[in-house]
């Protein structure tokens, strides 16, 4: 095993891929990634098994259904997320499933009776969502999310791939909307949330989650009415948390 530091290279190297590769298929970005960052580094996706997470892994099962697929498992999820995690996975033959939980010296010490998150969302997003997804990417070199630009205005400017303290953050489905993920879903009769039924359009935490009314945007329903409106984990909460050690790339 060689090392090689990667902080400058990365952000170049995610210019450069935005430039020559920013505008291709979905499928194309994440055949090229896995093709690029398999053997320099590592890759893998994290998936929230949400509203919206079924495009981007039918995608990568197309290519290659061993692809490590990371779940944040907060300990605070609906039991249909779970659920349909499990049912998904077996639906597109994933065969490599993380589950990343929060560590238990956190939640006792923070949230001992899981009640955090009305109190301090921000502290329990940290230690149920930041720390757990900075010790999952940390391995890798690259990982896969399935955002789009038109879920939100802090997603608008959003490319397709970002550095994030030395390792690249990709997000083939950027470009898409709603139309093209709803044809994708019925054209590849993919599974859905069951939570999609009843007007849960962004899906989260139990606690934090509620149905979207009509003619609001898809994650004005997550911590609503409140001014919080992303966890942190892809926001700078990620990368204050990841560690910039080199990534350990085969030689
Ligand atoms: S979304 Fe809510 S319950 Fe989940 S980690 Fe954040 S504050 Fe806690």
Redesign the pocket.
Known sequence: MGARPRLPEAALEAAELNRSHGDAEAEAIIRLSMDLFRHQGGIAAISSFGADSAVLLHMISRIDASLPIVFLD?G?HFGETLDYRDRLAEDLGLSNIINVSPLSLLTSESDPDGT??SSD?DL??SI??VEPMARAVEPYAAWFTGRKRHQSQTRAEMPVFEAINGRIRINPLAGWNTADQAAYMRKHQLRENPLVAFGYFSI??F??TQPVKPGEDSRSGRWAGAAKTE?GIHLSGLENALSSTPIRTPS
């Open positions: 907060t605070q955090l998150h969302p329990c997003c149920r969502k989260g935490c606690p934090c966890c």
